[in-house]
């Protein structure tokens, strides 16, 4: 689905600011098939588009953080409907020769 490492990453945001390294674990811990290099192509495309801020963290290897904003809050409940409709769809597809 186009658009789903944006849900992942802006619904991850919704609980708490984090570093792309913590939604890169997750998603290889989950076996979800997008790969590292995505997600942080898409952490830099949802800042300029205004979804999300940065944060520079002093430590001894500099690091961002990232932090949901309101415009971000909004594309987060449209990428959840977008999500729900499509497996709703293909619920009903591989369900109908089922019987």
Not at 32 to 42: C, F, P, Q, V
Not at 67 to 95: A, F, H, M, W
């Amino acid at each position: 689905m186009n658009g789903t490492a944006e849900l992942i990453i802006l619904s991850y945001l919704e609980r708490s600011s984090c570093y792309p390294f913590e939604i890169c674990e997750v998603i290889h811990n989950e076996e979800i098939a997008i790969k590292s290099e995505s997600i942080y192509s898409n952490f830099y495309k949802l800042q300029k588009k205004g979804y999300i801020s940065s944060e520079n963290t002093i430590t001894k290897n500099k690091r961002v953080k990232y932090t949901l904003l309101p415009k971000g809050k909004e594309k987060v409940v449209e990428l959840r409907q977008e999500y729900d409709k499509i497996c709703s769809g293909v619920n009903l597809i591989i369900n109908r020769n089922k019987a």
